[in-house]
């Protein structure tokens, strides 16, 4: 998601209108992959079933590739999104690289997820910056169909186009840029504990990469973990601004960051639960609308 370039509603609405018009099979053009395509797939599948996610992976990310059938081979979109739809009642549509916010969360607020068919090349197996097919697929497709998970990741949009609607343009950059903090430390980079307290991973940005999951968990990586309150944990995730690489970039995919470690999915649940009281109540603390506006 990014979060630079807040849309209207109604820009949005248009712009999923049209999106939601393309057909998967059409872009994705399943034939065209070559050889080189197959073989990163199975590379980065196997490496990442096989070295990276036993005993990291949160076991409901694993039974979520088990319900989408995923294997060594370039799975059809259009087939996992009847898939989902089955399940959960999400359905995938085609985007091209990132969408704006608004777009990206009013899809999600009405049950579509975007994917990009973009495979990243045998030279990228192990790291790329931009999100591809491995990422929205073996990341964010396989959590969605997770009913429950499904439900809390349609609620953190729904806080976004709810309030947004009702307020000046720049409480909307404000909202969209809590909303992305808390959708990156969770969704996307998030950390769980479980009964015994050991370290699990359910952020899809960390487990569509086989050694971010691995150094993620390990002695030495950076935890914080959150309170047990949802309001305080909720106001943690959006008020501290992200981390910045040597070049004074976000760290992207890959990249070393702190990562906020929730105990167990009713943390998480309790928090998302939490989230839109948070938000408005800083909205309503912000500053009136700056001179000129
Ligand atoms: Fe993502």
Redesign the pocket.
């Known amino acids: 998601?990014d979060n630079r370039n807040p849309y209207t509603l109604e820009a949005a609405e248009a712009n999923l209108a049209q999106l939601l018009a393309t057909d998967l099979d059409d872009k994705q053009q399943y034939d065209t992959y070559t050889t080189d395509d197959m073989y990163t797939w199975s590379t980065v599948f196997s490496n990442l079933y096989h070295r990276a996610w036993p005993g990291r992976a949160h076991p409901e990310f694993l039974n979520g590739i088990d319900r989408l059938r995923l294997m060594y081979h370039v799975p059809k979109v259009s087939a996992l999104s009847k898939r989902l739809k089955e399940l959960v009642g999400c359905q995938l549509y085609f985007v091209e690289g990132h969408t704006d916010p608004t777009t990206y969360l009013l899809s999600i607020a009405r049950n579509y997820f975007p994917v990009t068919v973009w495979l990243r090349k045998p030279v990228q197996i192990g790291y790329i910056e931009e999100?591809d097919m491995v990422?929205?697929v073996l990341?964010?497709a396989v959590m969605l169909s997770n009913k429950l998970y499904f439900e809390h990741h349609r609620r953190i949009a729904r806080v976004f186009i709810d309030i947004m609607a009702e307020e000046p343009m720049h409480k909307v950059e404000l909202l969209a840029e809590w909303i992305a903090r808390f959708y990156w430390r969770t969704i996307?980079f998030g950390l769980t504990r479980n009964d015994s307290g050991q370290i699990l991973v359910y952020g899809?940005?960390i487990l569509s990469s086989a050694e971010e999951t691995i150094r993620s968990v390990e002695e030495g990586a950076q935890h914080v973990y959150l309170p047990d309150d949802p309001h305080e944990a909720c106001r943690m995730l959006i008020e501290e601004p992200y981390e910045l690489d040597e070049s004074g970039n976000y760290t992207g995919m890959g990249g070393m960051r702190t990562y906020y470690v929730v105990n167990g999915f009713h943390h998480f649940h309790t928090m998302v639960n939490a989230l839109k009281s948070v938000v408005t109540e800083k909205l309503a603390q912000a500053e009136p609308v700056p001179a000129g506006e």
């Open positions: 998601m999100p990422h929205e990341g964010h996307e899809v940005g």
